[in-house]
Nanobody
Framework: QVQLVESGGGLVQAGGSLRLSCVAS????????MGWFRQAPGKEREFVSG????????YYGDSVKGRFTISRDNAKKTVYLQMNSLKPEDTAVYYC?????????????????WGQGTQVTVSS
């Protein structure tokens, strides 16, 4: 089993930055693809970013390209999401997800393991 715990959310003004972290338990993290999704009230869960098991491939949703950066540190079993130039529409609960790397990163069904989420609120 893998447990994922997110942190780093909070309240920030538009134009500001936050860095989310997701720490994994278990010994298989280094073989896992990892992803970040978000869900705003009344909306469907949205793909934000994904990263391959070794960090060699990264993917971003259109709404965050050029503003967010995903990275990972396998020695620390941690994946990060650096969020810059935040906008009010980025307000959502952000979820970390992981699974054995299947080459699919932008679909929720590709992930078996999910964190509890961390709230990000961007004020205008």
């Amino acid at each position: 089993q893998v447990q994922l715990v997110e942190s780093g959310g909070g309240l920030v003004q538009a134009g500001g930055s936050l860095r989310l972290s997701c720490v994994a338990s278990g010994r298989t993290f280094s073989s896992y693809a990892m992803g970040w999704f978000r869900q705003a009230p009344g909306k469907e869960r949205e793909f934000v970013s994904g990263i391959s098991w070794n960090g060699g491939r990264t993917y971003y949703g259109d709404s965050v390209k050029g503003r967010f950066t995903i990275s990972r540190d396998n020695a620390k079993k941690t994946v990060y999401l650096q969020m810059n130039s935040l906008k009010p529409e980025d307000t959502a609960v952000y979820y970390c997800a992981g699974n054995v790397d299947s080459g699919i990163y932008d679909e929720p069904h590709a992930y078996n393991y999910w964190g509890q989420g961390t709230q990000v609120t961007v004020s205008s």
